[in-house]
Each structure stands twice: as C-alpha cells, then as structure tokens.
C-alpha cells in the first residue's frame, strides 16, 4: 500500500513571494479527477494599503493546466482580498498572520502537468511552480487543518491544535475507522481511534491534537512530528502517513527552555542560570525579559539589541566551532560572545612539527588570544592568556 504523502504533495514555489503550496489530484464525481491546490501566504510578503475599512491586501491565484506537448488545455483565475483593522497584524510574524486557502479546478483526461502562479496585486511580488498532475494510486490520502482552514504548510504553533483528516479516496475501501499516530522518531506523543464519517460527500476520519496542553505549556516542543493513519475493520486497511512542524517559543518547551538557558554561559554566572532553570512554566517569559531589561543597550526601542546580538554569536559559534570542538561552549566561542569578532586572525594548520593554532588580535582593546589544538581534532584551547577575567 502506498503512503499519502504521494498523494498530498508540498511544491516548491519560486520568485520573491513568500508562500507553501500543497496539491493533491483525487477522483471527483463521475470518473473525472479534480485538482486542489491549498495556499499559504504570510502577510509580510503582501502589500497591504490603508483604506477606509482598514488594510488591504490583494492577490490573484492562477492554474494552467498542461497537456502532454506543453499546450494549455484548462485553467482559471481566483481573485482573492485580505482586509485587517489594525496596521500591526499585517506585520506580525507566524500565528495568524498569513492568507491561507483552497481552489479547485477539474482536471481533463489529457491534462499532465500545472503550472501556478500567485501574484500580490499591490506589488511586483509573484511566485510560480509546476508539477505532475497525477490521479493517487493510493485509497487514502492526508489533509492537514488548522482553526478549520487547509495548512499547506503543515507548520503550527503553541496556540493550535493539530488537525489531520484521512480522506477515504476509492468506494472500494470501507475502513469503518482510523487509528492516528502521532510521533518523533520512536518516540510517541498522542493518537486515538476515530470513526469514518460522510461529510459533504466525503468519507473520512479527523484526529486532533493540541499543541499545548490546559496550563499553556507546550505537549509538543519545536521540530518534526509525523502523522501515521491506519484504517481498521476492513482487510488491508490503507495507509497514510506525513510529517508537520511545530515552532513553539522556547519558554514553552523544558528542553528548549534548558538548552536556552544554557547559552547564557559567557553572560549569566552559575547562581542566575540555575536560578532561571528553577523557574516555573508559566513564569519563565517574565523571568527572560527581567533578565535582559537591565542589559538592554537602548531601552527606547521594542527590541533588545543586546539579546540579539548575542545570540547571534551564539548561532556564530555552534556553526563554525563546532567542528572538533565544543561549539558555544568551547574556548573560542568564549571570547568570540564576549568580544565579538577578532580585527585580525592569524591562522596555521597542523604540521608535523607544530600543532595547529589560532591568534585572535583585538588591537583597539589591547588584547590578543591564542588558541592551540594540541589533540589533532579540532580543539582549540585558550593558550594565552592563561587566565582571562571576561566579566
């Protein structure tokens, strides 16, 4: 039996609008097939203009479909408005703040391929992608939801709930229910039996899973999950099974939040680390803005450059002394958080009668580092100066 993730395709989309697209070809009324393609765009790539009811937001969504010699043998255009009150949700970022939605168009016997294109009225902005148009050769496919519309691309965050629909494709199959597995790897967070139902003229089972459990904390931390369905009461049940991903803030996860609260390494000393890690679930979002309140460099902005700026070394510091090394934690990413980069680096690799070595010279600051590899592998420990009072 093959998996529904042949059957609910993501595309690729290319050009400077940012969207996901998923496409899924299932056979319609009388034998012929119907393409559905679901769109998710964020509202930062959209133009939105001020009007009198508020901002404003236009796009057109375009499907050709192609026969085998490339030559259009169907297709249609859909006019689409987004229009919000208030100026700052139009430039928020993830949550809500995007345009999503499904067209559908029937598919002719000689049609082999589509090409689509999404194009922002109010701007120059547009995205294109084609694909195969095929009819499933599988009896059930995947639809993921959320708060009720498509999400093509399958991304949620702490405020939703997981939905997955298993959609009976072929009158031959008559599962009369569905058993839902929701897991990472080996790992198994959730899952439950459900019933088919007929729905708008579809047969089908729907699983739900929230993110966060009653209290607001996250029951799924940042990464990948997959969805398996197996249909039951029928011989040789299909079979689906797709991944999704869950971005949650890391003060909602344990892990995320340690690992978070680890990086403060070369700022917080051991007392204020441990102390943030002691910090209950639902007071650790106050506790990290206490934390970086009293460092913020320019307190008359909304952000922090401070923060940001370190952590941006932080990311600096797990990509390029990693290798070998003790990436964040290494000698290295030490001196590299607290000052930034070196104004000059002399390098030399290892040689037969010298370990390989690293000279880190901040001149304006009178300061100059070398750091040694005398294993062989990749890590380079601070030489000199032999004690270094960063704080």
Do not use: C, H
């Amino acid at each position: 039996m093959l998996l529904g993730l042949l059957l609910l395709t993501a595309v690729e989309p290319r050009g400077d609008l940012k969207l996901s697209l998923s496409q899924a070809v299932y056979p319609g009324e009388s034998g012929a097939a119907v393409l559905e393609l679901s769109y998710d765009i964020p509202y930062l790539s959209l133009a939105f203009l001020a009007g009198d009811s508020g901002f404003t937001a236009r796009f057109k969504v375009g499907v050709n479909l192609l026969n085998g010699r490339g030559d259009p043998v169907a297709g249609d255009a859909w006019f689409r408005t987004v229009v919000e009150p208030e100026y700052r949700v139009t430039v928020a970022r993830g949550g809500d703040a995007r345009a999503l939605g499904t067209v559908s168009l029937a598919v002719p016997t000689e049609a082999r391929s589509a090409r689509v294109e999404v194009t922002d009225l109010s701007s120059s902005r547009r995205a294109s992608a084609s694909f195969k148009v095929e009819l499933p050769s599988s009896e059930v496919r995947l639809r993921f939801f959320r708060a009720g519309e498509q999400n093509p691309s399958r991304r949620y965050g702490l405020a939703d709930t997981v939905e997955v629909q298993a959609e009976l494709l072929d009158d031959g199959a008559r599962p009369d229910s569905f058993r839902f597995t929701l897991g990472s790897g080996r790992r198994v967070f959730g899952g439950g039996v459900e019933p088919v139902t007929d729905s708008a003229g579809r047969r089908g089972a729907r699983f739900r899973y929230a993110v966060a459990d009653s209290t607001g904390a996250a029951r799924l931390g940042t990464g990948e999950y997959t969805i398996s369905a197996e249909g039951l009461g029928a011989e040789d049940g299909p079979t689906a099974r797709q991944s999704f991903r869950v971005e949650v803030p890391f003060f909602s996860d344990d892990s995320s939040w340690n690992a978070k609260a680890e990086q403060l390494l070369w700022l917080a000393d051991a007392g204020e680390l441990l102390e943030l890690k002691r910090v209950p679930a639902d007071e650790r979002e106050s506790a990290w803005q206490a934390f970086w309140r009293p460092r913020d460099t320019n307190p008359t902005t909304e952000r922090n450059e401070k923060e940001e700026e370190y952590f941006e070394r932080i990311e600096y510091a797990e990509a390029n002394f990693r290798r070998g090394d003790k990436g964040f934690r290494s000698d290295r990413a030490r001196v590299y958080v607290q000052l930034g980069p070196a104004e000059s680096v002399e390098s030399r690799p290892f040689e037969l009668d010298s370990n390989a070595y690293e000279v880190w010279y901040y001149y304006s600051l009178g300061l100059t580092f070398v750091f040694v590899d005398r294993s062989g592998f990749g890590e380079f420990v601070l030489e000199s100066p032999r004690f270094w009072d960063e704080r």
